[in-house]
């Protein structure tokens, strides 16, 4: 079976840097992709990894370790509008194409 | 700018009726996704297909089919319903070779 862990919820400070981490035990990995998702609304895409290191994208990073089976988003210079969940999901390759299985997803919440 | 539509934001529906639930995708995407969303339980992939007429079953099918007649059009069936199927529906569509994944606003799907 597929396993992905994150932790649930994580609370952090206006302009302060949070790091959320994922682990993941699968079969078969193709890459990893993090989304973000306000309430009551659709998932967008952040980012996307699938060599070992680290990708920065303005405010956000995204880091793998392929042979740790490990993955973190990291959010520099907080603002209230980056209270949202973070899913994290990772690409299988099935018989026909690939499909994403997802964590459960983290729920920031940023305070003043 | 993809654009992933869903035919409904809400939609109520009773016990035992035959229900569909419709996505549109402009950007000539091979592959869609139909996911629900529940709390504590995070994104589960019910099907997908990556080509008209292909489809797959994702890691919870029961309860549900699917029909793509149409490149654009992927549709989620759920032949009798029941109450454990109200959740929130995605869909979403994406190129091969586990490009990201562009989502509708969902569905939020009540059977009573």
Not at chain 1, 93 to 100: C, D, F, N, V
Not at chain 2, 86 to 92: D, E, G, I, V
Request: proline letters at 3%.
């Amino acid at each position: 079976g597929q396993n992905i862990d994150q932790p649930t919820e994580m609370t952090a400070t206006e302009g302060a840097i949070v790091q959320i981490n994922c682990t993941y035990q699968t079969s078969g990995f193709n890459g990893l992709f993090w989304y973000q998702q306000h309430a009551g609304e659709a998932p967008t895409f952040l980012s996307y990894n699938v060599l070992d290191g680290l990708e920065e994208k303005g405010r956000f990073s995204s880091f793998l370790s392929r042979s740790k089976g490990y993955s973190y988003l990291l959010l520099k210079e907080l603002q209230m509008k980056d209270s949202a969940s973070y899913l994290c999901a990772v690409i299988l390759r099935g018989a026909g194409s690939y499909q994403l299985t997802f964590g459960k997803g983290t729920k920031l919440s940023v305070i003043p | 700018d993809v654009k992933v539509t869903q035919s409904s934001r809400y939609l109520v529906k009773r016990t035992g009726e035959k229900v569909f639930l419709e996505c549109v995708q402009d950007m000539d995407h091979e592959n869609m996704f139909w996911y629900r969303q529940d709390p504590g339980l995070g994104l589960r992939l019910i099907y997908f297909s990556y080509d008209v007429k292909m489809k797959e079953k994702g890691d919870i099918p029961e309860g549900y089919s699917v029909s793509r007649e149409k490149k654009e059009r992927f549709s989620l069936i759920l032949e009798s319903a029941s109450t454990n199927q109200t959740s929130m529906y995605l869909c979403a569509s994406g190129l091969r070779g586990g490009q990201p994944q562009h989502f509708g606003d969902g569905t939020r799907l009540s059977i009573l």
